[in-house]
């Protein structure tokens, strides 16, 4: 999913380069909502391997 993210954050920095404004913001936002949701799995998962006793690392 973060390999989604930084597809979509590369196309919208590439949309801003060649001015394509509409394209740019859809794909930024797309990035940013899949960032988000990784993040929440990441802290999910790192607190289910601490309530096991598992180190997170």
């Given at each position: 999913?973060?390999?989604?993210?930084?597809?979509?954050?590369?196309?919208?920095?590439?949309?801003?380069?060649?001015?394509?404004?509409?394209?740019?913001?859809?794909?930024?936002?797309?990035?940013?909502?899949?960032?988000?949701?990784?993040?929440?799995?990441?802290?999910?998962?790192?607190?289910?391997?601490?309530?096991?006793?598992r180190?997170?690392?």
């Amino acid at each position: 999913m973060l390999r989604w993210a930084l597809i979509f954050f590369v196309l919208a920095l590439l949309a801003a380069l060649f001015g394509f404004g509409g394209v740019a913001g859809a794909a930024a936002g797309i990035a940013q909502i899949l960032f988000f949701v990784f993040l929440v799995l990441l802290v999910i998962a790192a607190i289910g391997h601490v309530a096991r006793g598992r180190s997170p690392i």
